[in-house]
């Protein structure tokens, strides 16, 4: 399986603060179709988790351009700029590119 | 507006069976892979399985493949998951989730929590 290791665990920040989540792959997501299947979810409290970035860099419908993700290979980046307090919860990476589908173990962001 | 309803978890004794529906609406149920995934409550996520739009095709996590079984009922807009052989380590929060454009996790269900325990 591939693994999919998230850092940090967990991180505190201001409202307006910038904060990167990292998401490092044990193989490569690239598929033979050359596209990269690497997903952003945040999971606010007590809701179900949303998916925020497909395919590394694509904003899910109503998504704010706050966020944005990049990365290839095996190494990804969920960038936050200007973190409002509604961002607060665990973000997940995941991909789909291997069988089986993997989640990273996700980071817990808090507002300070 | 894309909605998707878990149901069917509750209590359940180690070696017991279970099915979970989830129903849809919003949409053409028949248009769309659709997938299970649950999550433990220390908050691990775990992908179980998809099924093709017309039901013609499963895949799973090999972990799962022999107690677990993904199915569609299209004229219903429900998908099911059925549980054989429960254990405690399957005590979690079961979600179905809709794929767009092939790429699954788009939308999610409030998920439906299942216990597995004496």
């Known amino acids: 399986d591939v693994v999919m290791t998230q850092t940090p665990p967990s991180l505190s920040v201001a409202i307006g603060q910038s904060v990167s989540i990292s998401c490092k792959s044990s193989?490569?997501?690239?598929?033979?179709?050359?596209?990269?299947?690497l997903h952003w979810l945040l999971q606010s409290p007590g809701r179900s988790p949303k998916r925020l970035i497909y395919q590394v860099s694509n904003l899910g419908s109503g998504v704010p351009d706050r966020f944005s993700g990049t990365g290839s290979q095996k190494d990804f980046t969920l960038k936050i700029s200007r973190v409002e307090a509604e961002d607060l919860g665990v973000y997940y990476c995941?991909?789909?590119?291997?069988?089986?589908?993997?989640f990273g173990s996700g980071t817990k962001l808090e507002i300070k | 507006e894309v909605q998707l309803v878990e149901s069917g978890g509750g209590l359940v004794q180690p070696g017991a069976s279970l099915k979970l529906s989830c129903v849809a609406s919003g949409f053409t149920f028949s248009d769309y892979w659709m997938s299970w995934v649950r999550q433990t409550p220390g908050k691990t996520m775990e992908w179980i399985g998809d099924i093709k739009y017309d039901g013609s095709y499963t895949n799973y996590a090999p972990s799962l493949k022999n107690r677990f079984t993904i199915s569609r009922d299209n004229a219903k807009s429900t998908l099911y998951l059925q549980m054989s052989n429960v254990r405690s380590e399957d005590t979690a929060t079961y979600y179905c989730?809709?794929?767009?454009?092939?790429?699954?996790?788009?939308?999610w269900g409030q998920g439906t929590l299942v216990t597995v325990s004496s």
């Open positions: 995941a991909q789909t590119t291997h069988f089986p589908l993997t």
């Open positions: 989730t809709r794929d767009t454009m092939g790429v699954p996790f788009a939308y």
């Open positions: 193989q490569s997501l690239v598929y033979s179709d050359g596209k990269t299947y």
